[in-house]
């Protein structure tokens, strides 16, 4: 099994509707980042949380919000989803106490018709 | 706020050629480096990670080596294979105002031939 899941894998959606993306990771770590990757735009950071109750905004969080319910679990909502969020989201853990590294899921693509 | 620059974008070459990929940073406190790969549609792929302390770090065709000073970093890749056909990106862990921070760059897409 893969140390940090992502689920689903892929979505297709409608303009308006809610989507919720879902993260969990049994590495332990305390730190988990929310990516969302575009073509020509490279990977750009939505949402970090250091550990359950510190949850911080990146570049380009409006439109998205964030829930860690646990420290294994870091789930990423689109209240009112659009077609310019269609894109390919990350989800990605690491523990900054011991190396840093930083370890990402396979990938979450969602369309927005 | 911390930039991270990759070059060149995109690269292409016959098997069996040595490359070198740069990766660039404007902010010199930076708490680790690290080097991906990523396949089409895949996921990132943690290949070196180098800390801050560090100058380099090697695995089997790969050397990554790591200078603070001049804010740079370089990723080696000896006789390259079509598999090793990929982006590779940077991202550099910010030490600054915003600990913990991530920052990566735009990648370099190789592609090897036979």
């Known amino acids: 099994d893969a140390d940090v899941t992502q689920t689903p894998r892929n979505r297709i959606t409608k303009t308006g509707k809610r989507i919720m993306l879902e993260c969990s990771q049994t590495?332990?770590?305390?730190?988990m980042y929310w990516y969302r990757q575009d073509p020509g735009l490279g990977l750009r950071l939505i949402y970090y949380?250091?550990?359950?109750?510190?949850?911080n905004k990146g570049e380009i969080s409006d439109g998205y919000s964030v829930s860690r319910q646990a420290q294994a679990k870091f789930s990423l909502s689109l209240e009112s989803a659009i077609p310019n969020q269609t894109a390919l989201y990350f989800c990605?853990?690491?523990?900054?106490?011991?190396?840093?590294?930083?370890?990402f899921g396979e990938g979450s693509r969602l369309t927005v018709l | 706020k911390q930039e991270v620059t990759q070059i060149p974008a995109a690269l292409s070459v016959p098997e069996g050629e040595n490359l070198v990929l740069n990766c660039s940073f404007t902010d010199s406190a930076i708490y680790n480096l690290q080097w991906f790969r990523q396949d089409p549609g895949k996921g990132l792929t943690s290949l070196l990670l180098i800390q801050s302390s560090q100058r380099e770090q090697t695995s089997g065709r790969l050397n990554a080596s790591l200078d603070k000073s001049s804010g740079r970093s370089t990723l080696y890749i000896a006789a390259s294979q079509p598999g090793d056909s990929a982006t590779y990106l940077c991202a550099v862990l910010d030490r600054g105002s915003t600990l913990g921070r991530l920052y990566f760059g735009r990648g370099t897409q190789l592609t090897v031939w036979p």
């Open positions: 590495k332990g770590h305390d730190r």
């Open positions: 990605a853990t690491s523990d900054l106490s011991r190396t840093g590294e930083l370890f």
């Open positions: 949380s250091f550990d359950v109750k510190d949850i």
